[in-house]
């Protein structure tokens, strides 16, 4: 599955069918942004859209994840729920990946600040306490907003 030849293959049909990237976004409910991030093949479009964006350009969900129209005596070894299926778990898998990077980097906060905690007595311990404790905050705030963005579903 090639995200660049899946969105020049939107492109074209979309194109075939005399529609600005507006008009295709409005009919799907997605941004025109959305649209051109398909198209340059910097992301996939959701599962739960797929069937809709595949009605609108009167292609089949095998022929979109082909990059490419099938011909009359072409054989499928499979069907479009079998792609739905496997784009929906990709999509909930980088999903649970996100939130466990976020969760990693929490955990790492917290520890750098444990440690900055039993570090300190002379002036340069002190110094090095301070850093430590700047950063366990700093990689808990990311952390935090990598898991509040991935649950979002953003």
Same mark, same amino acid.
């Given at each position: 599955?090639?995200?660049?030849?899946?969105?020049?293959?939107i #492109?074209?049909k979309?194109?075939?069918?005399?529609? *600005?990237?507006?008009?295709?976004?409005?009919?799907?409910?997605? #941004?025109?942004?959305?649209?051109s991030k398909?198209e340059?093949?910097?992301?996939?479009?959701d599962?739960?859209i797929?069937?809709n964006?595949?009605?609108e350009?009167e292609?089949?969900?095998?022929?979109l994840f082909? !990059?490419?129209?099938? !011909?009359?005596?072409?054989?499928?070894?499979?069907d479009?729920?079998?792609?739905?299926?496997?784009?929906?778990? *990709?999509?909930?898998?980088?999903?649970?990946?996100?939130t466990?990077y976020?969760?990693?980097?929490?955990?790492?906060?917290?520890?750098?600040?444990?440690?900055?905690?039993a570090?300190?007595?002379?002036?340069?311990?002190?110094?090095? #306490?301070g850093?430590?404790? !700047?950063?366990?905050?700093?990689?808990?705030?990311?952390?935090?907003?990598?898991?509040?963005?991935s649950?979002?579903?953003?």
């Open positions: 599955m090639n995200q660049l030849v899946i969105g020049k293959y #492109s074209l979309r194109k075939q069918k005399n529609m *600005t990237q507006e008009q295709l976004a409005e009919k799907l409910g997605v #941004s025109n942004k959305t649209i398909w340059t093949g910097k992301c996939m479009p599962y739960s797929v069937k964006l595949c009605d350009l292609i089949t969900v095998a022929e082909d !990059g490419e129209s099938s !011909g009359e005596k072409s054989v499928r070894i499979y479009e729920e079998q792609f739905l299926d496997l784009l929906r778990r *990709t999509q909930e898998l980088e999903k649970q990946k996100n466990l976020g969760v990693v980097l929490i955990v790492m906060g917290i520890a750098m600040q444990a440690l900055s905690y570090v300190g007595g002379s002036d340069m311990k002190d110094f090095i #306490s850093v430590l404790l !700047g950063m366990s905050i700093a990689v808990m705030l990311i952390g935090v907003y990598v898991v509040g963005k649950l979002s579903g953003k």
